[in-house]
């Protein structure tokens, strides 16, 4: 290859590299989805869920099922109205939120408007973290205000009443809450802000 040739290439790849800057990592997944159930109204009081509401880091490492998983993973991030808002509330309308899924059976991305799971890595990534059952990674952007730490706030907060309510056990973690991030189809400037740690109450 002549030089001038090799140097055009070269700037060609990278301004390819540059405008793609924002998209995501590609990740080492099969991309099998699953459709989950929605879950049904009525149940424990929101005040009774509310009450017992309680960190417990005993918890069992076998995985929860799907059904489950859908009300966890609604309560987080789900879409509960027709004008396709969700169950927490955004600062400014920033809808800029990411839940992850990690279990046995591979990393899933949750995606809110199907009400599906995708996944995005495979194998049983959970040494990662603790070994729980279940760890959902809240994800966002990085940004000054603060908006998206916030969020995920909101989300773990959502997502503990629902394992109030189903009688799971669950705990907030800082510990090595990036793990994935590399691996992870986050965009640019995207990270995990914290994990939350779910399954049946350990005996």
């Not at 424990?44 to 929860?64: F, H, M, P, W, Y």
């Not at 059904?67 to 987080?76: K, P, R, S, V």
């Not at 809240?138 to 959502?158: L, N």
Request: net charge positive; glycine share 12%; with cysteine.
């Amino acid at each position: 290859m002549k030089r001038r040739d090799f140097l055009l290439c070269a700037s060609a790849a990278c301004a390819l590299s540059l405008a793609g800057g924002a998209s995501p990592v590609m990740a080492a997944g099969d991309g099998k989805t699953f459709v989950l159930k929605k879950p049904e109204t009525g149940g424990k009081s929101l005040v009774q869920c509310l009450a017992e509401r309680a960190t417990n880091r005993a918890i069992d490492r076998g995985d929860v099922d799907l059904d489950t998983l859908g009300a966890l993973l609604w309560a987080a991030w789900g879409v509960n109205r027709d004008n396709g808002k969700h169950v927490v509330p955004t600062a400014m309308n920033r809808q800029e939120c990411q839940v992850y899924a990690v279990r046995g059976d591979g990393v899933w991305e949750y995606l809110p408007k199907e009400h599906a799971v995708r996944r995005v890595l495979e194998g049983d990534r959970r040494g990662a973290f603790d070994g729980s059952g279940l760890i959902l990674l809240y994800c966002g952007p990085k940004d000054e205000r603060g908006f998206a730490a916030m969020h995920a706030g909101s989300m773990y907060q959502d997502v503990g009443l629902m394992c109030a309510s189903l009688g799971l056990a669950n705990c907030v973690k800082w510990q090595n809450h990036d793990a994935l991030d590399r691996e992870l189809p986050l965009p640019k400037g995207w990270q995990t802000f914290i994990t939350h740690s779910i399954g049946k109450p350990a005996a």
